[in-house]
């Protein structure tokens, strides 16, 4: 929807939740850490469908949310939880499997 001050409406829905997961990791790792941006997104690729689709069949929720509600609450858990004091945290020159852990 476009307004007459000429401002674009988009709804989420619409977006889903992909984009800002996008922006998410490109904030969180930039360009500078391409290799642990790569893995994140491969790990969003591989489980959040997953997880959305067995939220969708298994879970019941007294006040339902949308996918992009519940992948953002995903990511706000990931920040807190993924820090140096809970012993994830990148070791140069090894692979960022560490991350992993937090997934499974």
């Known amino acids: 929807t476009v307004s007459r001050a000429g401002m674009i409406y988009i709804d989420a ?4 939740w992909q984009p800002h ?6 904030d ?3 360009e500078e850490n391409a290799e642990d941006l790569q893995f994140h997104k491969d790990l969003f690729t591989k ?3 997953k997880i959305l689709k067995f939220k969708e069949v298994n879970c019941h929720e ?4 949308t ?3 519940a992948v ?3 990511i706000i858990m990931y920040d807190t939880l993924a820090t140096p004091a809970n012993g994830v945290e990148k070791v140069e020159g090894e692979p960022p ?3 992993q852990q937090i997934c499974e």
Do not use: C, M, R
Request: aromatic letters at 18%.
């Open 67 to 69: 996918d992009f509600n």
């Open 13 to 16: 829905s619409n977006l889903g």
């Open 62 to 65: 007294d006040v339902p949310i």
């Open 72 to 74: 953002q609450s995903l």
């Open 28 to 30: 969180k790792f930039g």
């Open 47 to 49: 489980y959040v469908e």
């Open 97 to 99: 499997q560490k991350y």
């Open 21 to 26: 997961v996008d922006s998410w990791l490109a």
